[in-house]
T-cell receptor
Framework: AQSVTQLDSQVPVFEEAPVELRCNYS??????LFWYVQYPNQGLQLLLK??????LVKGINGFEAEFNKSQTSFHLRKPSVHISDTAEYFC???????????FGSGTKLNVKP | GAVVSQHPSRVICKSGTSVKIECRSL??????MFWYRQFPKQSLMLMAT?????????EQGVEKDKFLINHASLTLSTLTVTSAHPEDSSFYIC???????????FGPGTRLTVL
C-alpha cells in the first residue's frame, strides 16, 4: 500500500508571498501524482497531475509542482498567493494501472492580507 | 467536461432511518465510481469501489450491510446509509473515472447529519 505524507497541517502566508506545500510518498513502484484543492463544504478540484514526462508540472491558478523521484516528493508551489487561494490542499498518489487513490492528510493554506 | 454531480448536497435525518445519496457522471461514462468519507479536519477515507454491474469492493473496516452501494449504470452510483446513527454524520464524496490515466473526477459532496 501507498502512504502519502503532508508534513504541514497548516500554512499561514501573507498575500503575494510565495508558498510551498510539501508532499512525500512511499512507494516501490511507479505512481501517478496529483494535487487537489478543496474549498469549504465542496468536493475536490484537480489542480495538477504528474503522469509522465517533464518533472515540472504546471496547473491551474498559477500553481506548479515538481516530481522528484529520488526524494519521492511532489511539492506544490506558487510564486505569489492570493486571498482566494485560501483552501485545503490534498496530495494524492495512485499506482499505475490501479484505480485506488491514497490521499495525504491535507494542508490548510491560510492567506492573510 | 468530466462533471460529477451528487444529490442531495445536504441531508438531515433522524436516527434509525435510511438515506440514499446519488452520484452521477454528467458528460461521460464512468467505468468505476468511488465513495469516500471525510470527517471534519481530516482527509478522505476510501469506503468502497464500485464497477458498473458488479458488486462493490469495500475497504477494510467498512460495513457493507450498512453502506449499500449500487452501480446500476455507467452514469449512476448510489450509496445508501441504512439505519443511520449520529456517528454516521459526515461528508460523503463520490468520484468517477473512465479508467484512463487513473484520474478521478470528484463530486461536490453530500453533508449528512444524523440527529
Amino acid at each position: 500500500a501507498q502512504s502519502v505524507t503532508q508534513l504541514d497541517s497548516q500554512v499561514p502566508v501573507f498575500e503575494e508571498a510565495p508558498v510551498e506545500l510539501r508532499c512525500n510518498y512511499s512507494s516501490s513502484v511507479s505512481v501517478y501524482l496529483f494535487w487537489y484543492v478543496q474549498y469549504p463544504n465542496q468536493g475536490l478540484q484537480l489542480l495538477l497531475k504528474y503522469l509522465s514526462g517533464s518533472t515540472l508540472v504546471k496547473g491551474i491558478n498559477g500553481f506548479e509542482a515538481e516530481f522528484n523521484k529520488s526524494q519521492t516528493s511532489f511539492h506544490l508551489r506558487k510564486p505569489s498567493v492570493h486571498i482566494s487561494d485560501t483552501a485545503e490542499y490534498f496530495c494524492a498518489v495512485s499506482e499505475l494501472n490501479l484505480n485506488k487513490f491514497y490521499f495525504g492528510s491535507g494542508t490548510k493554506l491560510n492567506v492573510k492580507p | 467536461g468530466a462533471v460529477v454531480s451528487q444529490h442531495p448536497s445536504r441531508v438531515i435525518c433522524k436516527s434509525g432511518t435510511s438515506v440514499k445519496i446519488e452520484c452521477r457522471s454528467l458528460d461521460f461514462q464512468a467505468t468505476t465510481m468511488f465513495w469516500y468519507r471525510q470527517f471534519p479536519k481530516q482527509s478522505l477515507m476510501l469506503m468502497a469501489t464500485s464497477n458498473e454491474g458488479s458488486k462493490a469492493t469495500y475497504e477494510q473496516g467498512v460495513e457493507k450491510d450498512k453502506f449499500l452501494i449500487n452501480h446500476a449504470s455507467l452514469t449512476l452510483s448510489t450509496l445508501t446509509v441504512t439505519s443511520a446513527h449520529p456517528e454516521d454524520s459526515s461528508f460523503y464524496i463520490c468520484s468517477a473515472t473512465t479508467g484512463g490515466n487513473n484520474e478521478q473526477f470528484f463530486g461536490p459532496g453530500t453533508r449528512l447529519t444524523v440527529l
